[in-house]
């Protein structure tokens, strides 16, 4: 019976309690090969790590593009793990920026933006919050990783 109650508890740990959880993202964008890596960290209220993912892009041009591509990273990770309120937060103000808005973006990010756009509405209560690259230096490193490894995570 309390074996059944332990477990009982961790479950709802995980998937109820959701408040305070913050999924940081950033990317790294390698020129000569035109690879990037994003790196997504989630946090809890504590600030404690909860899960990491990293995804590499390839034949991407620009490297504006590639952080535009982690905030999309990003909040289809906060997605996969059911998330209902969560914080996303990058150190691209202008991704964040058009995060925000409910407006169509006409910039070369349009796509991307559109995605993110569409996607916010599968999440309760979703906010983007520009944090400076200081803040965010567990998803760059983790970014900065991966693409040395070259493989996803």
């Known amino acids: 019976m309390k074996t059944l109650t332990l477990s009982t508890k961790r479950v709802n740990s995980y998937t109820g309690v959701t408040e305070g959880i913050t999924v940081q993202f950033d ?33 991407i041009p620009i490297p504006f593009t590639v952080e535009a591509l982690a905030g999309l990273d990003a909040i289809k990770l906060a997605i ?28 070369v990010l349009e796509t991307i ?10 999440v309760q209560d979703i906010t983007f919050k520009f944090i400076h690259r200081k803040k965010n230096i567990q998803a760059h490193n ?3 990783e991966a693409l040395e490894r070259r493989e996803d995570s």
Request: proline residues 0%; positive net charge; aromatic residues 2%.
């Open 27 to 59: 990317a790294t964008f390698d020129r000569r090969n035109a690879r990037s890596a994003s790196g997504i960290v989630v946090l809890d209220q504590m600030g404690a790590l909860k899960a990491s993912k990293t995804v590499i892009h390839k034949d």
């Open 80 to 107: 996969e793990m059911g998330l209902s309120t969560v914080t996303i937060e990058g150190d691209s103000k202008t991704v964040i920026q058009k995060c925000q808005t409910i407006r169509m973006d006409k910039s």
């Open 113 to 122: 933006i559109y995605d993110i756009q569409t996607r916010k509405s599968r």
């Open 142 to 144: 983790l970014a900065k």
